[in-house]
Structure formats: structure tokens, C-alpha cells
């Protein structure tokens, strides 16, 4: 399709016409039937899932997950069945949840959003803003532990909190929430079919953290590629994931391989995410005085509802080492799951790679590991050619649809971009030194 011409630019018919075309081909989020705070329509999440399984036994554990590593993984008293599953499907999808029936975990970890919000941070009850973006619940089972900043030990132990917490889902107990369900005839059987008891909060975690151990989603055009299939992605992205691995220096934090196939060393550092905007210790002293004697819960309200979040790690260790420390993420899906980083701060997987680029961003805390990286700008194109590869084939469309708006994206703006950083024509620490001199 020719649409621009040497002198004129697109006309507007011209522009109209690919426009429409664009709507053509991609099943819009726009015409998807919503359901409060944006999120899609439950039932059609759930026919979106029923669709993505594509009539395969959840139960089954999918052939590239390596046996011992799962069963390490999953905790003895909740072995996978059926009847966990469907509980906890229904839970994740229940609006009920949450105090005023408008929130579930699918408001913010959303089928047809990559299983997230797309939102820089969640939205809960009344309209309430959190301080952090929402991950993707995909391959959340394989982390060691839950949260950006991993203070939820095991999915059973995530998935009380949202429940509770003010801002997200807001009642005043589990025991609240139970209530809220424990009426329901179809909720006693399936209670009762799932673990022998009527409904209580331990088994809806329980069930919850079954149903999240299904959404496995590992099959991307690169592990196609890693069996033997040359042609499964293109040559660029093959040099990108040789940069992965050498010049840009991403696999010292984010491994990807059978043991551990999301791309994450389950650690917790400091990439100068949060340190644009922060007085770290103005922030230690007030974190130190609301944590004394303080328990997960209390962890819990300071990290979603206080400025104190961008203290990451810290807020569960209180260890100075770990303060503006965040967990790395998983590259999984990473091409349908924007916006990116813990505060959801940026837009593009070009933001992201010109943020390495540079160096991240100075500050007393900075991963001895982020340090300029001197990419060129063919470079940082192959890296995120490669990231896009990781997407499981299942959301080809979803990928394709979401690069090329964050082409469009990067064509317009690459706010993170800084060559004289990432030449180390510029040295910003001791520019920062220079300047609290003068
Ligand atoms: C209001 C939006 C919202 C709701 C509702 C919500 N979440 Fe989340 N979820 C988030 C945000 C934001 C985070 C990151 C918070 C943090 O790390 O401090 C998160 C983190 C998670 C994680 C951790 C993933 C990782 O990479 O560490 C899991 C798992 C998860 N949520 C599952 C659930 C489940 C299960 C429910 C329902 C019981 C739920 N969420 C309800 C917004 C929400
Ligand atoms: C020193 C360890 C480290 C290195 C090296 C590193 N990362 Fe990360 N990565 C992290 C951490 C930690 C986070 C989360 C930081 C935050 O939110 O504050 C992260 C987040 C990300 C995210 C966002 C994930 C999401 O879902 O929001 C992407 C994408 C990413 N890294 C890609 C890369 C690439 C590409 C490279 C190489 C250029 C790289 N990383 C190098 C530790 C690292």
C-alpha cells in the first residue's frame, strides 16, 4: 500500500483507509465489553482463556517444564487437580472479591491485556490509584517470590493480600470476603470438591494460587528457535539475543534457560528506576519508624499507597543494600505486557534498552551491574527485536499489534534515549559531585 507521496505526506482519506485497515485485522480492545475500571468483561476473559488453552488438560503439566523444578515449586498440600483449578478460576474471576463488587483479580490482571491492566499503576476500588504497576499473573509460578518488591513468599501467601488491601480490593478481612461467597451453593460445592471443607480464606488462596500454576505460557518463537528451528525468528533478533548475552550484558540478571525459563535470577537490584524522582534518605527514616513492629500487611499498605514504595526491597529486609532494589522481572510475554518497570514508567521496550544504554540512572544504590552500555542505534532496535520474540505464540496477534504501536511510539519519542551517557562522554556521578560543589 503506497499511502505517502514524495511531496504531500499521507492525505487524510489515505490515512483513514489504513487506519480502518488497522481495525480490520486486530480484534480491538475497543470493542471488547468492559467491565468496571476498564478491565474486560468477565465471561469474555473466560471464553478468551477457554480459547487460549485450546482444550488442553490444565492439569497436565506442558512438556518443556522441567518435572523436578515443578514439583520444587508447587507446596505439598496443594497438589494441582481439576477440581482446585475450577475453583480457583472462579475465584480470580469473581468481582465479589472486593469489598464494593467491582474489583477482581482479572480488573487488573486481565486476559486481554497480557494478563495485566496495561495501566502505568492498577486502579482499585473507588477509582484508588496504587503506587505500582501490575505484573503479569503468566508464569508467576515460577518466581521464588511474589510482589516487585518479593515480599509474598509463595502465590497462596500473594493472593490474600489483594483482598484486603484498602486501595485494591478493599474488605476489611478475609473472613469478610469469604462471607461474601460462602453462601453461594455452587461456591460450597466447589469448596467441598476442591479440599473437603467448606469455603474458608486458606483454601481460596490455595485455589487461587492452583489456577495461577496453569497459566503457563512458555511456547515464544525463541525457545521454537533454541530447539533447532533456524527460521523461527528473524536475523536481527538473533543478534539481539547475542547482545543479550554479551555487549548489553541483560542474561547477568535475567538468565533464561530450562531451569529457569522466565528470565530472572529471583534477586533483587537497583537499576536506577526510581531514583529520578527520590530522596532515598528522607525516605529510610520514615520507613524505619512505620516498619517497627510492623507485619506483611503493614508492608503491604506502605508499598501500595505510599511514597515509601519506591524504596523497593528495602521496606522487607530494612537491609540499606536494598533500597531502591526491585525484583527482575520475567522477559516472558515481555511484548504484550507494557507499560514497563515497577512504576510502570515506561512506555516502549526502546525505553527500557535506552535506559540500560545510559547506565540507568545515578544514584548512591545503583546494581554495581548497570553501567553505560555504548549500543548502537541498530543495536538497541536487534535487543528489542529479540524481547519481542518471547512472546508465546498464542498472543501472536497481540504481539505484532503491540510492536507496531510501540514502534510508533519510539518514532515519536524516546524520552530515556542519552548517547553521551551511553558513550561515557558524560559521567554522571561525577557531574553530580561537580554540582553539589559548586
Ligand atoms: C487493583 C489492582 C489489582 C488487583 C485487584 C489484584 N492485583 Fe495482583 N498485582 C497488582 C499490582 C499493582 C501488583 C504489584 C504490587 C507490588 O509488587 O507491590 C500485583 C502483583 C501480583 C502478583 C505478583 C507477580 C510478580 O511478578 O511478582 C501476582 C501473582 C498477583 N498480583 C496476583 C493477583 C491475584 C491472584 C489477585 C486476586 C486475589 C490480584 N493479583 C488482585 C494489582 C492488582
Ligand atoms: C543488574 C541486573 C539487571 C540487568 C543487568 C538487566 N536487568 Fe532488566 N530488570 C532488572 C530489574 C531489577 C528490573 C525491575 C526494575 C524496577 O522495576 O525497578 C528489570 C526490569 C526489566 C524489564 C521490565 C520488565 C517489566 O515487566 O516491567 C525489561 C524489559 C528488562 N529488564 C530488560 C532488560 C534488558 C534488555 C537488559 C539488558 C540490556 C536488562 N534488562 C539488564 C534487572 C536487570
Known amino acids: ?59 497436565a503439566l506442558p512438556a518443556f517444564v ?27 474471576f469473581d468481582t465479589r472479591l472486593s469489598r464494593d463488587g467491582s474489583v477482581a483479580c482479572a480488573t487488573c490482571h486481565d486476559v486481554t491485556r497480557g494478563f495485566t491492566d496495561r495501566r502505568p499503576v492498577s486502579e482499585g476500588i473507588d477509582g484508588a490509584l496504587g503506587r505500582r504497576n501490575a505484573p503479569t499473573t503468566l508464569n508467576a509460578a515460577f518466581f521464588n517470590t511474589q510482589f516487585w ?19 485494591e480490593m478493599g474488605h476489611p478481612s478475609l473472613d469478610a470476603a469469604i462471607a461474601a461467597i460462602a453462601d453461594d451453593p455452587e461456591y460450597r460445592r466447589l469448596f467441598q470438591a476442591a479440599y473437603g471443607r467448606a469455603p474458608n480464606a486458606e483454601d481460596m488462596a490455595r485455589a487461587i494460587a492452583a489456577f495461577e500454576r496453569t497459566l503457563l505460557f512458555l511456547d515464544a518463537p525463541f525457545d521454537r528457535y533454541l530447539a533447532g528451528d533456524e527460521t523461527a525468528i528473524s536475523e536481527q533478533a538473533k543478534r539481539g539475543w547475542a547482545l543479550f548475552n554479551g555487549k548489553a550484558r541483560c542474561v547477568s540478571c535475567h538468565m533464561i534457560n530450562s531451569a529457569n525459563p522466565i528470565g530472572t535470577d529471583n534477586r533483587f537490584h537497583n537499576i536506577g528506576v526510581s531514583a529520578r524522582h527520590q530522596d532515598f534518605d528522607e525516605m529510610v527514616a520514615s520507613a524505619l519508624e512505620a516498619l517497627r513492629d510492623a ?29 531502591g532494589a526491585f ?55 536487534d535487543l528489542v527485536a529479540f524481547l519481542f520474540t518471547l512472546t508465546d505464540v498464542r498472543f501472536a496477534e497481540e504481539n505484532r499489534r503491540a510492536l507496531e504501536a510501540q514502534m510508533t511510539l519510539a518514532a515519536e519519542r524516546r524520552p530515556f534515549r542519552q548517547r553521551e551517557l551511553a558513550e561515557r562522554r558524560l559521567l554522571p556521578f561525577e557531574t553530580l559531585v561537580q554540582e553539589d560543589a559548586r
Open 1 to 59: 500500500m503506497r499511502t505517502v507521496s514524495r511531496g504531500g505526506g499521507l492525505s487524510k482519506a489515505a490515512l483513514t483507509l489504513t487506519v480502518l485497515a488497522l481495525w480490520a485485522t486486530a480484534p480491538a480492545l475497543a470493542d471488547i465489553p468492559r467491565a468496571p475500571h476498564g478491565a474486560a468483561d468477565m465471561d469474555y476473559q473466560k471464553q478468551r482463556l477457554a480459547e487460549l488453552r485450546g482444550g488442553a488438560d490444565p492439569t
Open 149 to 167: 518488591d518479593g515480599r509474598a513468599p509463595s502465590l497462596e501467601e500473594q493472593a490474600k493480600l489483594p483482598v484486603t488491601n484498602p486501595i
Open 66 to 92: 522441567d518435572r523436578r523444578m515443578w514439583a520444587y515449586l508447587v507446596p505439598d498440600d496443594n497438589a494441582l487437580n481439576a477440581e482446585r483449578i475450577a475453583l480457583g478460576q472462579a475465584l480470580y
Open 327 to 381: 525484583k527482575t522481572q520475567q522477559l516472558r510475554n515481555i511484548g504484550i505486557t507494557a507499560p514497563y518497570m515497577h512504576d510502570g514508567s515506561m512506555q516502549t521496550l526502546w525505553d527500557v534498552v535506552d535506559h540500560y544504554n545510559r547506565g540507568g540512572e545515578a544514584n548512591p544504590f545503583l546494581s554495581g551491574g548497570i553501567e553505560p552500555l555504548n549500543l548502537t542505534e541498530s543495536e538497541i532496535d
Open 295 to 323: 507485619g506483611l500487611e503493614a508492608v503491604d499498605k506502605l508499598a501500595l499507597e505510599t511514597d515509601l514504595s519506591e524504596l523497593g526491597r528495602f521496606l522487607v529486609t530494612k537491609n540499606p543494600a536494598d533500597i
